[in-house]
Nanobody
């Protein structure tokens, strides 16, 4: 099992920045890739950005390209989501997820473990 705990959400004005953290514990050696998803009220959960844990390959949704970056700290078993130039439409609950499959998917059903989510609210 892998446990994931997100932190860093909050309220920010449009144009501002926020960094989310996702700390992993348990059988983290089995994780191949990490992803960040988000779910806005009344909408389906959508893929935001992901990266392989060791190789460094990344995958970024068009809606956040150039604004959001994913990076990791191996020593802390933590992956981060740096969000810049935030927009009101970025308001959502953000989830980190981990997959043990040997690929970097964007489909949520391909991720095995999920955090509890953290709220990000961007005011206009």
């Amino acid at each position: 099992q892998v446990q994931l705990v997100e932190s860093g959400g909050g309220l920010v004005q449009a144009g501002g920045s926020l960094r989310l953290s996702c700390a992993g514990s348990g059988r983290t050696f089995s994780v191949y890739a990490m992803g960040w998803f988000r779910q806005a009220p009344g909408k389906e959960r959508e893929f935001v950005v992901g990266r392989t844990w060791r190789g460094g390959a990344t995958r970024v949704a068009d809606s956040v390209k150039g604004r959001f970056t994913i990076f990791r700290d191996n020593a802390k078993n933590t992956v981060y989501l740096q969000m810049n130039s935030l927009k009101p439409e970025d308001t959502a609950v953000y989830y980190c997820a981990a997959t043990t499959a040997s690929r970097l998917p964007s489909a949520q059903n391909e991720y095995d473990y999920w955090g509890q989510g953290t709220q990000v609210t961007v005011s206009s």
